[in-house]
Structure formats: structure tokens, C-alpha cells
């Protein structure tokens, strides 16, 4: 095809987040578009046999009206590129700070490692809730990463009672759907408001944090494809300037991300 062209609506983006639309051409990002409100963009194309991706705006809700292909040959479904890979978490999962789709932590892990990416980060929606248990097992992923912590100190969704065994049985769920390498990371470093504040329910952040380790030291006991990724050593306490309000990673934060999990999740699948 000569051309792309993209008629899409996006509704009021997360506070201080960019409503871009990215064009990836084998692998390569050829062109962002601002993509606030109703808009038409028009991305020229090599007018050869390409893998064309869309990638949506990744911080608002977004409506597509139609897409056209000018003077198209030849269309077919692109093969995955790769592994498929599924991940899951909180609005640090989805990366509404990062400057287009093509910046968030997932897609850049993706970009890196070769992996067809699922991604399902969710803004202040990541509290074990069995429906995502049941979309990432069925999305036939050959790796599962799972970022658990953020949302659930800050909801107050469980007690130290009630948080073990809801994980357990979400991760459980997840391995009766799929046989990949499971990868569990609990929270990233935040500020002192939350890491040392106790909420409703009476738990600190470093006390869910711990809970989730202890929660899949349990599950290795019976299944050695699962492994866990300590959040504080992907964005430590030393590095607070990489979180723009001590809890969510700057565009720079999640590039920072990316580089220190792309070489981690690679090797579960050599």
C-alpha cells in the first residue's frame, strides 16, 4: 500500500498524558500523531510487501472510525513477530506518562526481545480479579509477567489475611489456562507515603511487597515456571527522581524499566 489512513476519536486522556497514535513499519516507528478528540492521519507507507502496525493511544479511551489502505496489492495478517508474551498490572503496567505507545515499558520489552505483546495494564484495575486471569490464559501466551502490589495497597483490596491466598489462586487460575513461564513482580520503589504509610486496611506498601514474595515462594513449591522479579531492583529507592509523583516512572523511568527486564524475561525462554 502507498498510504495509511486512520479516522479515530479519543476521549479525555489520564491527567497529564499524551493521546498519540504510532506507526510501526517492520519494526521501525516511521511516524506519531497527536490524536486528541476526533482526528484523521494519514501515514505514508513503502508501497512494498511491510509488517504494518498500528499501535493506539495508549492513555485514553479511543474509538477507531476506519482505516484505509490506499492502492493496496496485497493484505494479509502479519505472523506474531515472536513469543507471545502477556502482562498484566497497574497503571504502571499501562505507562500513561510515557510519550507515545511505542514508550511504554511493555512495548519497549517487546521491541527488544522480539515478543508479540498482550497488553493489559490497567489504571487503578489491577486487583486479581478472575475475568484477567481468564483473557491472559486464553490469549495463548508463551510468557505471563504479572505486576502486583500498586493497586491493591492503594484500593485497600485485601488484608494481610485476605492477600496470599487471592494471589495464589489468581496465579493458580492463570496456570490451569497456560504451561508458560509465569513471572510475578511486586511493586517498584514509591515515596515514603506510601512504602511506610499504612492504608485502610493497615498495610504498608513494603508489607504487600513482601506478601507477594511470600505468596509465590509457595507457589514454587509445586511449579518450578514460576519465578518473581523484585520491583525494587527494576526502580530502586535510590532513584526517586525517576518517578514523577513518587509512585508513577517518568517517560525516562520506563526506559529505564525496559532496559533492566528486557534481559530478565529474555532468558526464561532460551
Not at 513499519?25 to 509488517?51: M, Q, S
Not at 500513561?96 to 520489552?109: E, H, I, K, R, Y
Not at 490464559?137 to 492477600?163: H, I
Not at 496456570?175 to 498495610?203: C, F, K, Y
Request: hydrophobic share 40%.
Amino acid at each position: 500500500a502507498s498510504a495509511l489512513e486512520v479516522e479515530l476519536t479519543t476521549t479525555e486522556a489520564h491527567a497529564n498524558s499524551a493521546r498519540c497514535l504510532d506507526v510501526v513499519v517492520d519494526g521501525e516507528l516511521v511516524a506519531t500523531r497527536e490524536a486528541g478528540g476526533n482526528v484523521t492521519a494519514r501515514i505514508e507507507l513503502p508501497g512494498k510487501l511491510a509488517r504494518v502496525e498500528l499501535r493506539l493511544p495508549h492513555a485514553a479511551p479511543t474509538t477507531v472510525q476506519q482505516v484505509l489502505l490506499h492502492s493496496v496489492t496485497q493484505l494479509a495478517p502479519a505472523p506474531p513477530r515472536g513469543p507471545r508474551w502477556a502482562v498484566h498490572g497497574s497503571s504502571i503496567t499501562q505507562c500513561n506518562q510515557a510519550d507515545s505507545p511505542t514508550g511504554t515499558w511493555p512495548a519497549l520489552v517487546a521491541a527488544q526481545n522480539s515478543y508479540e505483546l498482550t497488553a493489559l495494564g490497567m489504571s487503578g484495575q489491577c486487583h486479581l480479579d478472575p475475568p484477567l486471569a481468564e483473557t491472559i490464559g486464553r490469549s495463548r501466551p508463551d510468557l505471563v509477567t504479572l505486576c502486583l502490589g500498586a493497586n491493591v495497597y492503594g484500593a485497600n483490596t485485601f488484608s494481610e489475611r485476605s492477600l496470599p491466598p487471592a494471589m495464589i489462586g489468581f496465579v493458580d487460575y492463570v496456570r490451569r489456562l497456560t504451561e508458560a513461564p509465569i513471572v510475578v513482580m511486586s511493586s517498584i520503589a514509591a515515596g515514603p507515603h506510601r512504602e511506610d504509610q499504612p492504608n485502610a486496611v493497615g498495610l504498608t506498601q513494603r508489607q504487600i511487597r513482601d506478601l507477594v514474595h511470600r505468596s509465590v515462594e509457595v507457589l514454587q513449591r509445586l511449579d518450578p515456571l514460576i519465578s518473581l522479579i523484585d520491583g525494587t531492583e527494576i526502580l530502586g529507592f535510590d532513584e526517586m527522581e525517576l518517578l514523577g509523583d513518587l509512585l508513577h516512572p517518568t517517560a525516562e523511568g520506563y526506559r529505564v524499566m525496559a532496559e533492566r527486564l528486557a534481559p530478565r524475561l529474555a532468558g526464561l525462554l532460551d
